[in-house]
């Protein structure tokens, strides 16, 4: 079936860096643009950034611009979100999800990996 | 920026219809998405562009989505149906953007 598994979550200190990966099954995954969303804990959903299919285009949220790199392996069906100079601020449980096309929606979402910055 | 505003929660009543709604500047004229999200759990697309429902979704969900307004209805409310929605649009200024979110209380 369709599937999106995120990991590489954890505690970590401020300032520190993070590589979140989603891996992709149950479907073409190098004909799907790509999202991060995060949502910090008590709060709403907060769009992180998007990729083309084929990785050549890739936006972000302003206040993630600089800090955070979304990028990804076709090859292995995976997608990444490197995050540097984490702060407090950014614990959040980080979903990927992937783009239905033209909607602007996002159709499948992952389980969510939980990323806590704290010292 | 681009701000998408819901009502922070909504009361309804079993086999009652609860309405949403999300609130942005010349929303009518981008395309609208909800999604459903249950404590601990991910969020679901419920409605997309405007109106439509993915496979899966009840009937009881449906969607509008002009002026300033987009609405998600639930006709027939269920017990199941409690959890916290959001709308969700696409903005050439802020690209992609979430609603603040709505709770919806099934009393």
């Known amino acids: 079936q369709v599937q999106l598994v995120e990991s590489g979550g954890g505690v970590l200190q401020p300032g520190r860096s993070l590589r979140l990966s989603c891996a992709a099954s149950?479907?073409?995954?190098?004909?799907?643009?790509m999202h991060w969303v995060r949502q910090a804990p008590g709060k709403g959903l907060e769009w992180v950034a998007i990729?083309?299919?084929?990785?050549?285009?890739?936006y972000y949220a302003d206040s993630m611009k600089g800090r955070f790199t979304i990028s990804r392996d076709n090859s292995e069906n995976t997608l990444y979100l490197q995050m540097n100079s984490l702060r407090a601020e950014d614990t959040a449980v980080y979903y990927c999800?992937?783009?239905?096309?033209?909607?602007?929606?996002?159709?499948?979402w992952g389980q969510g990996t939980m990323v806590t910055v704290s010292s | 920026s681009y701000v998408l505003t819901q009502p922070p929660s909504v009361s309804v009543s079993p086999g009652q219809t609860a309405s949403i709604t999300c609130s942005g500047d010349?929303?009518?004229?981008?395309?609208i998405c909800w999604y459903q999200q249950k404590p601990g759990q991910s969020p679901v697309l419920v409605i997309y562009?405007?109106?439509k429902r993915p496979s899966g979704i009840p009937e009881r969900f449906s969607g509008s989505n002009s002026g300033n307004t987009a609405t998600l209805t639930i006709s027939g409310t269920q017990a199941v149906d409690e959890a916290d929605y959001y709308c969700?649009?696409?903005?050439?200024?802020?690209?992609?953007?979430f609603g603040t979110g709505t709770k919806v209380t099934v009393l």
């Open positions: 999800a992937r783009d239905a096309g033209e909607t602007d929606a996002c159709d499948i």
């Open positions: 149950g479907f073409t995954f190098n004909t799907y643009a």
């Open positions: 990729i083309s299919y084929d990785g050549d285009k890739k």
């Open positions: 010349k929303l009518g004229d981008k395309y």
């Open positions: 562009q405007d109106t």
């Open positions: 969700q649009a696409w903005d050439n200024s802020v690209l992609y953007v």
